[in-house]
């Protein structure tokens, strides 16, 4: 089973602020990388996939880069709405696996 | 677009079983998964099913014990849950899965609780 590991568990940011969040495969999983963002009693949402491509109606300060095993989503410009878990997953193999998590809060 | 039904309260050792109704998108374009998520914790891959391919697959820590099944004449996806313990407590959420774009869409989740 791939191990992903999202570091740190907890990111205090103020609002406008940049947020960097990284997630790390236990082994290759190449660009088979997903982000979500989940809110409060919602279900998780689809940020990006591919590793770095935007799913539709993302807003662009969301940014997702890396391959292999290092991982990274950036949100350049944090608003109001941003603040959520935000979780990593890896569809490279099965079982299907997701990290942990990042709470990103108000600072 | 997915809509789960058939969580509630059941005792350890009883059983439950999940529905997914999809609509607006075609189900057999997509593998569909069962992703559950315990109070307070993290998101876990449970079940997914390819009805194009014919392929099932369970994590380890519901296998034999939970069954996926699916019917796209009528869009519905199921999950038969028995001797249910109480560490499966949990969100259950239904999901389309399609590699190379992850998980999307999502149902709005439906609740099991495994208590005596």
């Known amino acids: 089973e791939i191990v992903m590991t999202q570091s740190p568990a907890t990111l205090s940011v103020s609002p406008g602020e940049r947020a960097t969040l990284s997630c790390r495969a236990s082994?290759?999983?190449?660009?088979?990388l997903a982000w979500y963002q989940q809110k409060p009693g919602q279900a998780p949402r689809r940020l990006i996939y591919g590793s770095a491509t935007r799913a539709t109606g993302i807003p662009a300060r969301f940014s997702g880069s890396g391959s292999g095993t290092e991982f990274t989503l950036t949100i350049s410009s944090l608003q109001a709405e941003d603040f959520a878990v935000y979780y990593c997953q890896q569809y490279n193999d099965w079982p299907l696996t997701f990290g942990g998590g990042t709470k990103v809060e108000i600072k | 677009q997915l809509l789960e039904s058939g969580g509630g309260l059941v005792q350890p050792g009883g059983s439950l079983r999940l529905s997914c109704a999809a609509s607006?998108?075609?189900?057999?374009?997509?593998?569909m998964i069962w992703v559950r998520q315990a109070p307070g914790k993290g998101l876990e891959w449970v079940s997914s099913?390819?009805?194009?391919?014919?392929?099932?697959h369970y994590a380890d820590s519901v296998r034999g014990r939970f069954t996926v099944s699916g019917d796209s004449s009528r869009n519905t996806l199921h999950l038969q849950m028995n001797s249910l313990r109480v560490e499966d407590t949990a969100v259950y959420y239904c999901?389309?899965?399609?590699?190379?774009?992850?998980?999307?869409?999502w149902g709005q989740g439906t609740l099991v609780s495994v208590s005596s």
């Open positions: 999901a389309g899965y399609k590699y190379r774009y992850g998980i999307d869409p």
């Open positions: 607006g998108f075609t189900f057999n374009t997509y593998a």
């Open positions: 082994q290759s999983v190449n660009i088979d």
């Open positions: 099913l390819d009805v194009g391919s014919n392929s099932i």
